[in-house]
């Protein structure tokens, strides 16, 4: 397996040059592009690695998915659902017209920014603050890794370039889709895009979700149920308008980020972690995307 994933690096560094770094926040664009790494962890206790594993990034929208688990924890399953839908949208993870003219009245899925504000907003807590450092404990308890943390800069850039996010966001409010202040579920969504991790945090945060949501010491934190919950928006929505053909190539659940990072669930097998951050023109990792796509095929990993 450490052969192997040593050789899919090899083999897929080139697709890095045509892509790009995602730039919208100057920090972001310093990212290296033609970095690639690999993380895997298996259900009894192996570890593989190889490329750029250690090199850390933002994790951005895979946030989403932990956010997610959260709301549902905090809210129940049906309070969570009714306020944002479980289709994919088909457009693109930053799109803003469905929101008016669907008529579900509410954001298509918790995986594109709409819906993640609308979960963000949905986390228990006095204010932004507390709201925002239960979720960032609950991240560094999945993940198991106490020094999990924000990295300022990114979430400055973060929050001076969301307009369009600020923008949705007061149309939900209208709507009456977000309960509470809208200026406080921004902030946690903005904090939560810039908590930085490494390969191997993803990989962690995906076994967990490959375990059915328990820690390596066996200690069950989210229900079953809320893991296949996660397990199924990751296949329909989770690599956004890529999503489809992302489940023909690949066929494992797994959420992107245009921090360039992949987070990938084997259920009940592996997580594994995949740093990439040349992007295609879909803000998934263009490296890492067709490196999953030959450790599928060589482990034989798709769930379909
Ligand atoms: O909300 C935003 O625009 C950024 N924080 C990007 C989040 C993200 O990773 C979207 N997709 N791949």
């Not at 895979?62 to 088909?90: C, H, Q, R, W």
């Not at 594109?112 to 979720?135: E, P, T, Y």
């Amino acid at each position: 397996m450490q052969d192997l994933l040593k050789i899919l690096i090899e083999n897929n560094i080139h697709h890095t040059k045509n892509g790009k770094v995602a730039s919208y926040i100057p920090e972001l664009d310093k990212a290296r592009k033609d970095a690639l790494g690999v993380y895997v962890m298996t259900v009894d206790g192996a570890e593989y690695k190889a490329g750029d594993y250690e090199e850390k990034f933002t994790i951005q929208s895979i946030s989403k998915i932990v956010s997610l688990m959260l709301a549902i924890l905090d809210n129940g399953e049906e309070y969570v659902f009714s306020k944002v839908g479980m289709e994919p949208t088909g457009d693109p993870f930053n799109s803003i017209k469905k929101l008016e003219t669907s008529i579900i009245k509410k954001p298509y899925n918790p995986l594109i920014n709409a819906g993640a504000i609308v979960i963000s907003s949905m986390i228990k807590g006095k204010d932004a603050r507390d709201k925002f450092s239960r979720l960032l404990n609950f991240m560094r308890k999945i993940a198991e890794d106490e020094t999990l943390d924000v990295n300022y800069k990114i979430y400055c850039g973060e929050s001076d370039t969301g307009n369009r996010n600020r923008a949705m966001a007061y149309f939900m409010k209208g709507e009456g889709v977000i309960e509470g202040n809208v200026e406080d579920a921004l902030d946690v969504y903005f904090k939560q895009c810039s908590i930085e991790v490494t390969a191997k945090t993803l990989s962690k945060i995906a076994l967990f979700i490959a375990n059915n949501g328990k820690l390596s010491n066996g200690e069950e934190v989210i229900t079953p149920k809320i893991a296949i919950i996660v397990k199924t928006l990751m296949v329909t929505c989770g690599m956004y308008d890529s999503s489809g053909e992302f489940a023909l190539r690949v066929g494992v659940p797994s959420k992107s980020g245009v921090g360039g990072g992949i987070l990938s669930v084997v259920p009940g097998k592996m997580g594994i972690g995949v740093f990439g951050p040349s992007l295609d023109s879909k803000g998934n990792s263009i490296a890492g995307v067709a490196l999953l796509e030959y450790l599928s095929k060589e482990l034989n990993l798709t769930i379909f």
